[in-house]
């Protein structure tokens, strides 16, 4: 059996434990290139060259900024401004949803964080407001989907990262927009679809009050500070060039020397798990492409496409395997370096096809086999309005980059989590004044499953 073989027998396996068991597969992958490498003769120093470090820094940087931003409560806080905003008309809440999912997604928490963060709100207003939780669901989820290929955000770094590799530079920005365009669409539909319209013709005084009554406590120092940090890592990246990994484990660690969150804390949130399971993975991927294994899955691919149906082939595949696999720490550095060795052999838009391998995992985002949809479908609302929270459900992985350790070390299948890891924490229901009753951490049921 030759090398490249070996190789994609070595990946297809290392996706398929992916999908039935919680191991986490960048320590596989990094396992299954040293076996790889001593079978085809590569050397250690040559599969260590094929550790992104760059990456490591992007995805450390980044998250560590943002856990900061999550853990002394500033991106709460901002939640809960840009929802007083609407000043009690509910028809403009999913709306307001929808932008607010987006902004924060993409100046670099990541879909998965914001959906953790917005759900058990939205869900909550859903049933006080009367709005269709399905529709909340389904903004905050699309909200949150579109601004993930921001360049700040760790799904946006990693295919950059994947396509400079390829040649391709400077087309983030068109991989964003095209994503915002779909996202925005399905928003569009779901709004008329699920009861959007509804709200304008039936506004009443109980929706309005309801809303105005969410208490806002202003912003102290140090969140202040954070938002400071926050936009001067936008601006130093956008107009000075500013490297974002590094820049932000500066700004970081200036937020912590003057205590503006507990270091300790904020380190401890990040998902060290799942960045290791990025990084372990392209370990495996990189290898492939040297001894020719990237090229022959290119090639199977190739003969079951034609040069006008390859980037839907490649997109239904990548989309198939990541509605059980994850997206960021599986998809994107397995099918994204597939897809230049694909073209050359059957021709046809290179951006096109890396723009369909990455449409097509977060088209279909949205079902119950994902993380996104799947925090807003574990929050329910009884009669009495009290938050119940069934858990991380079955199938499930975390193929982003939350603060908050919504499964463990991306664990499919069912499993039980403690109370501390479930996503219906006090950082993350709000309190809200509503009448006499108050939604605080002491209501909420937590169903182990």
């Known amino acids: 059996m030759s090398v490249p ?8 396996v290392a996706v398929l434990i992916s999908c039935f068991t919680p191991l986490n597969i960048g320590t596989l992958g990094i396992g299954l290139a040293l076996v790889i490498g001593y079978i085809g003769n590569v050397k250690i120093p040559d599969i260590v060259k094929g550790y992104p470090a760059s990456l490591l820094l992007l995805l450390a940087g980044t998250t560590y900024l943002f856990s900061i931003a999550q853990t002394n409560g500033t991106l709460e806080k901002v939640a809960r401004y840009a929802i007083r905003a609407v000043r009690g008309r509910a028809a403009l809440l999913p709306i307001v949803l929808f932008f607010l999912a987006f902004g924060l997604s993409a100046l670099g928490p990541g879909q998965i ?14 049933a006080e407001v009367g709005i269709n939780p399905l529709l909340m669901a389904l903004v905050v989820g699309n909200g949150a989907q579109a601004g993930a290929m921001s360049p700040l955000a760790p799904p946006g770094i990693i295919s950059a990262n994947l396509l400079q590799k390829q040649g391709l530079t400077g087309v983030g920005g068109t991989l964003w927009l095209n994503m915002l365009i779909v996202h925005v669409a399905v928003t569009i ?17 109980a929706q309005a009050e309801t809303l105005r009554k969410i208490e806002v406590n202003p912003f102290d120092r140090a969140q202040w500070a954070t938002i400071a940090g926050v936009v001067v890592l936008i601006v130093g990246a956008l107009f000075f060039k500013m490297d974002i990994g590094f820049g932000a484990f500066l700004i970081g660690a200036l937020l912590s020397l003057f205590k503006a969150v507990d270091e300790g804390k904020a380190i401890k949130a990040m998902p060290w798990a799942t960045i290791l399971m990025v990084t372990g993975v392209t370990v495996l991927v990189n290898l492939m492409s040297n001894v020719g294994g990237i090229d022959l899955f290119a090639k199977l691919i190739a003969k079951m496409s034609t040069s006008y149906t390859v980037t839907l ?3 239904f595949w990548s989309g198939l395997v990541s509605a059980y696999a994850s997206t960021t720490g599986v998809i994107l550095p397995a099918f994204l370096p597939m897809a230049s060795p694909l073209l050359k052999e059957l ?3 290179n951006l096109l096809a890396h723009g369909a391998i990455r449409q097509a995992h977060s088209c279909h985002l949205n079902h119950r086999l994902q993380t996104g949809e799947g925090i807003a479908w574990s929050v329910g609302v009884n009669r009495c309005q009290t938050a119940v929270v069934t858990g991380v459900h079955r199938l499930q992985h975390i193929d982003c980059f939350a603060a908050a350790n919504l499964a463990d070390h991306n664990a499919v299948r069912a499993h039980a989590q403690s109370v501390a890891n479930q ?9 809200f004044d509503i009448r006499r009753s108050r939604l605080e951490s002491d209501d909420v049921w937590l169903l182990e499953l």
């Open 347 to 349: 021709g046809g838009g």
């Open 313 to 315: 082939v490649a997109g």
């Open 423 to 431: 996503i219906a924490l006090r950082n993350f229901a709000f309190t």
């Open 5 to 12: 073989v070996i190789s994609l027998i070595a990946l297809l």
């Open 189 to 205: 539909l779901a709004y008329f679809l699920f009861g959007g319209l509804k709200l304008w013709k039936e506004h009443t005084a």
């Open 113 to 126: 964080t914001i959906s953790a963060l917005l759900a058990p709100t939205s869900m909550l207003l859903a």
